[in-house]
């Protein structure tokens, strides 16, 4: 129906509009970056439209395009927030060119707290980048206590939740030697901890491709449980993983393609435990990262609806925790079956790392694979950025620049019992 939508047609603004938000839905992004296009052609002064072009032009990696856009929006509506921060995270703030001065009049002028953490964590990026830490930790420090304090959120559940999943989930499965992988591949991990590095360069080896993020893993699991007996964590422990996998697939290949699919979305580790029971030879690839520069690394990033623990150094610092010992049950559990990637060895020595990263995913590996520059597809996460250029390793050991601030964090980390080794 989209493919019929030909961008020479007569439509308004709004109909295109709507166009480019099924297209990107549908992962469709060229399509939709076209149909926003046309939208801003079509009603170039409404500043919606320029914003929602400038979030396609960032997933297709087109960054000055992006801050182009987004400075559109903003002269016809100067108080468009997600246009503010979208613009200070599409460029590298430097002494010659940034929006410091605006971001700081901004929050001078705006008494709402709720409105004014888009100005906050833009302003901590652009004095990131400046080389001005502490005055970029006081705007995250700022920017996440206004979002936390909007959130009805316990990190108490989740730790609960993650217990129930050790509890109900204890039953083993193994790889049978000599088995080839399943072109399923699941690359999991916190968020901001080289996910999307690693879903690269895996995405620009020979017939593989990315489906991004997508909840096809938890909708095919709820879809093949119980609907009575136990709670949640019971009824899905005893699914029809068999079903589950056909559904799965069908999810993921919908189009035919019969490469290997790479599934990329951190909150899976939730769910290694049925992704091996619907796919025993599934590769798991858990990439991890130093545990201060994680933790910090989602404290000064706004998401949207996602993470509400990681606003505050005590919800991060628990809810890390209950996350490692579920990975280490996973490890337990599926020892063959889960690649430890480890974020810091991956950048500092990708050739490396790369070759058996790809053998591990049954895949076979190629140099190109590095290039990850060239690879055009396209990307939703908040690392959509930082993916577009070549591998680099400035990002290893953050938390050298921020150690004054972050010593509550690690010492809360610690407390809990995770390691923090401060690698780098």
Known sequence: MLEAADPGMAADGDAWDAFGFYARQLDRHQLSNTFYRRATETKPGDPQFWYNLATSERTLGRLAEA???????????????????LRSETIR?????????????????????????????????????????????????RGASARRRSLNYDVAQDELKLRRI?????????????????????VIGMPRSGT??????????????????????????MRSSPTTGGDV????????????????????????????????????????????????????????????????????????????????????????AAYEALMLHWVGLFPDQILQVQYEALVANPAAIGPGLAAFCGLSWTDEALNISRNASASLTASASQVRGNIYSTSVATWRRYEKNLEP???????????????G
């Open 93 to 141: 703030a430097t002494p010659e060119a940034n929006n410091v001065e605006d971001l700081q009049v901004r929050l001078a002028q705006t008494p709402d707290d709720q409105a004014a953490l888009f100005f906050e964590y833009a302003l901590g990026k652009e004095l990131h980048d400046l080389g001005r830490y502490d005055e970029a930790f006081a705007a995250f420090a």
């Open 409 to 423: 964090l690690a010492r809360l980390l610690s407390q809990h019992g995770v390691d923090v080794k401060r690698v």
């Open 233 to 320: 964590f019971d009824r899905a422990a005893r699914a029809d993983f068999a079903a589950m996998a056909r559904d799965y697939d069908a999810m993921a290949s919908g189009d035919g393609f019969a490469g290997t699919i790479i599934e990329k979305l951190p909150f899976n580790y939730l769910y290694v435990g049925p992704i091996l029971r619907a796919f025993p030879n599934a590769p798991i690839v858990w990439v991890r990262r130093d545990p201060l520069d994680t933790c910090f690394a989602m404290f000064r990033t706004l998401f949207g609806a996602a993470y509400p623990f990681s606003y505050s150094f005590e919800d991060l610092a628990r809810y890390y």
């Open 196 to 221: 999307t590095l690693t879903e690269r360069i895996l995405g620009g080896l020979p017939n593989v491709r990315s489906n991004n993020e997508t909840n096809n893993v938890a909708a095919a699991l």
């Open 67 to 85: 801050a182009s856009a987004c400075e559109r929006a903003l002269a016809l509506d100067p108080e468009m927030r997600a246009a503010v921060l």
């Open 166 to 186: 050790t509890e109900t989930f204890r039953e083993g499965a193994c790889r049978l030697p000599g088995s080839t992988p399943d072109r399923h591949v699941f």
